[in-house]
């Protein structure tokens, strides 16, 4: 019996093979995709903004090159500002899927939100690429509609518990999580790494300010390596804390930390001993000169899946030319997808994830106020 996967496959090579012109080019006629819009699901306001206009601008981009190549097939780019909430996620994506001309979505942006949402946008049968919900459970629920365009926190989370281990010679670490599906998954992933080196653990409530009380305990614990699953804001607030109560461990967290929010936040204490993982590429090596127009259209560097966001819209934007202005060819054709994005390979697996030769993890140092690539750590 044939898999969702494979129906909605066979049914995009007949949808192509009918839109091929009749004078033989080589390209489908785009005419019925015309017009068709595509989702920005994210934090585009509030304390996870950083994130959420990353993706916005990189998805930005390639549709102003779009537009500019193609103006003759309008194709809209819409926001949907989650502010990285979970109780909005599912509103929205009803929002979503009760617009027939939306046939793809770039994101959802968090893991809480995606987990949310996602349900509702797999029902509705829109297509989804995620370039920055890492919780590595989403690839397992069964949604035909999902994929990602980074790796999984299961292979961040072994990279960081490696890095920790063989470069930082960590032995006494304390890993501290804001309880999100995302923060806690990823903290547990390095506690699975790192075994009977983590010698203590706690939960901080998410949006804290007052970190006073795991600041005593990591000073008790004496620990050499102090992990955080979370994001910028409170991360940068706990590190700052920790410097105060005199507590040198050096600070590693994952890439729900590489935002200029964290630096903000931190202040000095994020000059020294912090390492920030993230299962992306370094967007400073984007190839297509990809930082460059970056720069170019907004006038800065490109920030955490800028250059990931910039290749999703860029597999939509190719499944429109080739005349998929509905959702099953969308997804059919997102499904067989395999071809070179600025960022890597872009392929996927049955279950939505990056095949495993595309997917690379990063350790980051803080150097005069900027994220800067240390090197490439090993996901296995």
Known sequence: MLTLRARTALLALVTVLAGCSATGDDEPSPVDACGSRIAVLGPLSGDSADFGGNIYD???????????????????????????????????????????????????????????????????GVTTITTSATRTELSARGWPTFHRLVGNDAAQGRAAGWYIDQVLGGTAVFVVDDGSAYGRGLADEVVDRLGAKVVQRATVAARATDFGAVVGQVRSADA??????????????????????????????????????????????AADDVVITCPCLPPERAGEQFPQHYRDSFGREPGTNSAESYDAARVFLAGIRAGHGDRAGMEAFVDAYDGPGVTTRIAWTSSGELVSSSVSVWAFRVRQGLFVAERAIPAS
């Open 58 to 124: 990189g998805a930005r981009l390639a549709f102003d090159q779009y537009a500019a190549a193609h103006p003759d097939c309008p194709v809209d780019l819409v926001d949907f500002d989650s502010q990285g909430d979970p109780k909005q996620a599912p509103a929205l994506a009803q929002r979503i899927v009760d617009d027939p001309r939306i046939v793809g979505v770039i994101g959802p942006g968090f893991s809480g939100e995606a987990e949310a949402a996602l349900p509702i946008l797999d029902q509705g």
């Open 224 to 269: 050499d390596v102090v992990f955080y699953g979370g994001y910028y804001a409170e991360a940068g607030r706990l590190l700052r804390q920790l410097r105060a109560g005199a507590v040198a461990a050096t600070f590693v967290a994952g890439d729900g930390v590489k935002a200029d929010g964290f630096l903000h936040a931190a202040g000095d204490a």
